[in-house]
């Protein structure tokens, strides 16, 4: 209850991934609410549970994807309609008829032309053989009352508040970008203590996981962003329903790469505590600095999550995406301090000074990409 009421909080309090669920349920309900007093009171038909069924499931998640799935959902009744109809023909018997039509029909189901709207033959085909009016005019009237709730269903998913999934975008890169920088906090927070092990690494090996999954939501979001506008731009520009400032698709591969240079330096990390390995961590004055410009480069993360939610992640505009400019000239000192370290671990081993310079490397890379040109292209 705790759950539902905090949503329902977010819902009333503005626009987000809450209330487009309920604005999207509602739709739905009202689908099924027109397409029953069409077919039912206006039309009297006698098979009205066709129209509201199928209106309640086309209330997809944009308005393509309604389009798409009434083509196909339409297919799989009429076909199921008709084998249903026909097997009762052939056998006269109910039984007899769903031994030979739901097999069938089941493996209709997997065609990928149905995409997943096949199961909808098969169910059909319950319905009608139940119903046990197998005529001319009980499949006619199944067929149209089907056609009816899938335009009924169309119709008020593209006319009323056509979905528009934008805003999700920008909602899962700041949220990226926010996880991006508890990580490289964490990480640093725990190289300041001496006593970290394979245990810490181990925790910041699931943390890097959770930036796959988290990436793996923004491309998925993106996909559903671009489908959320085919055929529907120029009349949810007309509403002014399509925000401008939503983050380019460059950034979603920007961070691609951000959280990959975070998952090598983790596996360097990994592999310098491991106790079969001949590479070993850098001393502890080497760690402390990595620790200080892993910290600041958590900070610039978190800096640009902000931007994403409270100003659109809009680059065009200087002072809000400027770079803190003393937390630059510390990460340059660090940086020097680190490479002069780099050169005194090189008489110490090779192993011990490739995981140094591993790690220097991964923390420019993400340095280069979150604060602008980075060191190896100002220096």
């Given at each position: ?75 799989a009744i009429c076909v199921g309609t008709l084998l249903a109809s026909a097997a ?53 009237h199944r067929v149209a009352q089907a056609a009816l709730g899938a335009v009924i269903g169309v119709a008020v ?223």
């Amino acid at each position: 209850m705790r759950t539902v009421a905090e949503a329902a909080r977010r819902a009333a309090r503005g626009p987000g991934r809450e209330r487009d669920l309920l604005v999207q349920s509602l739709k739905a309900a009202a689908a099924a609410l027109l397409a029953w007093t069409v077919a039912d009171e206006w039309l009297g038909d006698p098979m009205a549970l066709m129209a509201p069924w199928v209106a309640v499931v086309l209330v997809q998640a944009t308005v393509y994807s309604s389009l798409r799935q009434a083509a196909q959902q339409f297919a799989a009744i009429c076909v199921g309609t008709l084998l249903a109809s026909a097997a009762q023909v052939l056998t006269g018997n109910i039984l007899a008829a769903l031994a030979l039509s739901v097999p069938v029909l089941m493996l209709l189901a997997n065609w990928r032309r149905f995409g997943d709207q096949g199961i909808y033959a098969t169910t059909t085909a319950l319905f009608t053989l139940a119903s046990e009016t197998v005529t001319t005019s009980a499949i006619s009237h199944r067929v149209a009352q089907a056609a009816l709730g899938a335009v009924i269903g169309v119709a008020v998913n593209a006319l009323v508040l056509p979905p528009v999934h934008l805003r999700d975008v920008r909602e899962n890169l700041a949220a990226l970008a926010q996880e991006t920088g508890d990580v490289l906090a964490d990480i640093a927070e725990d190289l300041r203590h001496d006593d970290w092990d394979a245990s810490n690494a181990a925790h910041w090996s699931r943390a890097s996981a959770r930036l796959a999954r988290r990436l793996d939501d923004l491309r998925a979001a993106r996909g559903w962003s671009q489908e959320s506008l085919r055929l529907t731009t120029d009349w949810l520009r007309a509403f002014h329903r399509v925000p401008l400032d939503v983050p380019a698709a460059d950034e979603d591969e920007r961070w691609s790469r951000i959280t990959g240079h975070v998952a090598a330096l983790i596996r360097a990390l990994a592999v310098s505590v491991d106790g079969e390995r001949t590479a070993g961590p850098p001393d502890g004055a080497a760690l402390h600095r990595y620790a200080r410009l892993l910290a600041l480069l958590g900070e610039a993360c978190h800096r640009e999550s902000r931007w994403l939610l409270e100003l659109g992640g809009r680059r065009d505009d200087a002072e809000a995406y400027g770079t803190d400019r003393r937390a630059e000239a510390t990460m340059r000192e660090l940086h020097e301090a680190l490479q002069t370290s780099l050169r005194d671990h090189a008489g110490l081993g090779a192993p011990r000074a490739a995981v140094l310079g591993t790690l220097l490397l991964q923390a420019e890379n993400i340095w280069a990409e979150t604060e602008g040109p980075g060191p190896a292209r100002r220096s």
